[in-house]
């Protein structure tokens, strides 16, 4: 039998980088979406888009919570999910019992499922494990009706839980290790190839995003993240040397731009801004410049002191391939900015696509 692998992942895994994950050969994600009728993982949305954006078959998944009404838990679900549309069955989390009886959770239970059928017009995903099911649910020739997600950290074949005789998904460890995910991670068998992975979503996932903007590697140990291009402004995380990133706009005090071998203009100098950095249109390697200034000199180096190779007049456009300077920097994402040289020292490796 083929398996095909994946994975489930909340806030505790902190930030992901999901194009790794997808690297790595997994090929759906469950994220946490919902607690109860209270709680939303504050990891959610980000989750969501960027495992999108990797390629993933996505599902969002609920932990039911015994002690709230079934229907104000399923309801709350589908406002976080905003009209965000699952490609795989709606997962139902049941491993809490929070001290109510048998008969209360299995009554919490179908509850949810009743109101998952209603809304999405599907069962749903059972997610639990025997040690809990046969505890705190009651039995019945019901639970074969849905499909299951057996969680039992075993060889050979998953301890299954009373009512089931075989399972669609089976998360095999806790503790698994994966590329692009700090710390342990849950990973997943789906019971089939990956076709029969798509065929249970019933569509291909969405293709992933391809990235936009010039491309660089970090080479300092470590390099900010910040709210705007200069030290002054407020750092939002950190890259590690030789990650690879993309951007889509350059900025500075002092940035210089090159647009062929041995051709390099300023876009800023002095407190001027001669080069208006143009908006990169989505998937585009190419970033370009508009010249804002009557005339703008083309030097052979990125500073004054090197000498002027000709000229270029107000309106033209280049396209760049290099930047430098003494306060450079260029944005990977809206209002994240990293510095590609400041104080001296080069953070940045610029480099061609490929």
């Not at 391809?210 to 993240?225: D, F, H, I, S």
């Not at 407020?234 to 002092?254: H, R, S």
Request: with cysteine; charged share 20%.
């Amino acid at each position: 039998m083929a398996y095909t692998p994946g994975v489930d992942v909340s806030r505790y895994q902190g930030e992901i980088d999901w194009k790794k994950v997808a690297a790595a050969g997994y090929k759906f994600a469950a994220i946490r979406a919902t607690v109860g009728d209270f709680y939303t993982d504050p990891r959610f949305y980000t989750n969501w888009t960027n495992a999108k954006k990797a390629g993933f078959l996505v599902v969002a998944y609920h932990v039911v919570v015994p002690y709230n009404y079934g229907d104000k838990q399923i309801h709350r679900y589908k406002d976080v999910l905003d009209g965000r549309e699952n490609d795989l069955p709606v997962v139902l989390d049941i491993e809490r019992h929070d001290n109510m009886s048998d008969a209360a959770v299995t009554h919490c239970i179908k509850d949810c499922i009743a109101d998952v059928v209603l809304h999405f017009k599907r069962k749903p995903l059972i997610y639990t494990a025997r040690y809990f099911w046969k505890d705190h649910v009651l039995p019945s020739s019901d639970w074969a009706k849905y499909d299951l997600w057996v969680a039992s950290y075993t060889t050979g074949a998953p301890i299954m839980p009373p009512g089931w005789t075989t399972w669609k998904i089976w998360q095999y460890s806790g503790t698994g290790k994966v590329p692009g995910v700090s710390g342990d991670c849950d990973v997943n068998w789906f019971q089939g190839t990956y076709s029969d992975l798509i065929n249970y979503a019933g569509h291909k996932p969405t293709p992933p995003e391809q990235p936009t903007g010039m491309k660089a590697k970090v080479l300092r140990e470590t390099l900010n993240v910040r709210s705007g291009p200069g030290i002054e402004n407020k750092i939002l995380t950190t890259l590690k040397k030789d990650a690879e990133i993309y951007f889509t706009d350059v900025g500075g005090k002092d940035v210089w731009v090159q647009s062929a071998p041995g051709k390099w203009s300023a876009q800023f100098y002095g407190g001027i801004k001669y080069l208006e950095i143009l908006p990169v249109e989505k998937g585009s390697q190419v970033i370009k410049a508009k010249v804002l200034v009557d005339v703008l000199n083309i030097r052979t180096g990125p500073a004054i002191t090197y000498p002027i190779s000709g000229t270029l007049k107000k309106g033209d456009t280049i396209t760049l391939t290099d930047i430098s300077g003494k306060d450079a920097w260029v944005q990977i994402d809206v209002g994240q900015w990293v510095a590609h040289t400041t104080g001296g020292v080069i953070y940045l490796d610029i480099f061609p696509w490929g």
